[in-house]
């Protein structure tokens, strides 16, 4: 079992930050054997496809290079200039195999852990450089298992090459009596099927690898539940600096609310443990909104800014009740509360208007119809 420094178990599945970090780093899971093989597997399979074409670029070589007239023979630029000719002749025909051979390497060592470009993995890191850490990394399971997939492939390769030559020892010495060309072209179609054989036994081994590397990778990221804890913690916030935020969006949020009690229309109480503040504009909204609401010490500042902006305040404990608990802020009040909060609106209107010198004294409600099912305590 994988421990830590402080000798705390790694037992926790590697979380998504812990994935992400390891990514960003350039810790992903990657297999040297898959990459090996798909490449060599390739490259042979485009040696046999190819071969008939190379047979012939390197008989043209020949011709060319073989092939001299009297004059080439006296001319001391000769050489050079046959020199280059059959490197570009070279070049371009093995161009083919080199394209394909580098497409399937990109394609290859991005295929078990996705493309990834990490500068932090390229930095210099002198700690690697510690014998004892060397030590450690080779007598690791990754260590071992690297030894280990060095003596398969030297075993696998071996064999299979004897294998190889003593099937065809017959073929290979009767190549010497034939003609160049056919020596050439047979030649290459054995080194060809050899390359094959050989390229194939790697798979043996790359499906041993591809499991071992993303076992490892995930065992190297397992986390301890300190880990775990101290994780959520960073990523949550702990737990007083939470309390705090929310302590000051609280106060934010009420401070903002209080900035809309001058613009309500009237202030209804229970009288003192509760209040709330309605605004109605007839021409835009289709029934009151609660601006501001609050209990105990909140009702109170509700009533004392209210006053000091001389909005009306009004009693109505079963009102008041109703309205704190069935509405949210900002929302408008349920049907079940429009009759009385229309009466309470017309017995607001109407003494705004006689205070102005209009009308006579409005009689106040003795009761406002507030349903059942609306009520609280």
Do not use: C
């Not at 599945?13 to 994935?19: D, G, N, V, Y």
């Not at 890191?125 to 003596?151: D, H, Q, T």
């Amino acid at each position: 079992m994988a421990e830590n420094q402080d000798g705390q178990e790694k037992t926790n599945e590697p979380t998504a930050k812990r994935l992400n970090e390891a990514r960003r780093k350039g810790q992903t899971p990657r297999s040297k054997e898959l990459q090996t093989m798909a490449v060599t597997l390739v490259g042979s399979a485009s040696l046999l496809l190819l071969g008939s074409s190379f047979a012939d670029g390197v008989g043209d070589i020949f011709n060319a290079n073989f092939t001299l007239t009297r004059a080439d023979l006296f001319d001391t630029g000769t050489l050079i200039r046959h020199l280059g000719s059959a490197i570009r002749s070279a070049l371009l025909m093995l161009l083919p195999f080199f394209a394909i051979a580098m497409a399937v390497a990109l394609l290859a060592s991005v295929a078990l852990g996705g493309f990834n470009v990490s500068t932090e993995s390229m930095t210099p890191k002198f700690s690697k450089m510690n014998p004892l850490k060397g030590l450690k990394r080779i007598f690791s399971p990754n260590g071992l298992m690297e030894l280990g997939k060095a003596l398969a492939k030297f075993l696998l390769i071996a064999g299979a090459t004897v294998l190889l030559i003593w099937s065809w020892w017959g073929d290979l010495l009767r190549l010497a009596n034939k003609e160049a060309l056919v020596s050439i072209v047979e030649g290459l179609t054995l080194v060809g099927w050899s390359s094959l054989l050989l390229s194939s036994t790697l798979i043996f081994l790359a499906l041993v690898d591809v499991p071992f590397q993303l076992w490892n990778h995930k065992r190297q990221l397992k986390m301890t539940q300190q880990e775990v804890r101290d994780e959520h913690k960073e990523t949550e916030g702990r737990p007083e600096v939470k309390g705090r935020i929310r302590q000051l969006q609280r106060e934010m949020a009420r401070r903002r609310m209080m900035e809309e009690v001058p613009k309500a229309d009237v202030i209804v109480t229970n009288p003192t443990h509760y209040a709330v503040a309605l605004k109605y504009d007839q021409t835009k909204m289709n029934a009151p909104l609660l601006v501001a609401k609050g209990s105990d010490l909140v009702a109170a500042n509700i009533r004392r800014v209210g006053e000091e902006h001389a909005v009306p305040v009004v009693e109505a404990p079963v009102l008041a009740r109703a309205i704190y608990f069935n509405t949210e802020l900002n929302e408008s009040i349920p049907t079940g509360l429009y009759l009385a909060v229309a009466q309470l609106l017309a017995y607001v209107f109407q003494l705004q208007a006689y205070e102005k010198g209009s009308g006579e004294v409005p009689v106040r409600p003795e009761d406002f119809p507030v349903p059942e099912d609306l009520q609280h305590d």
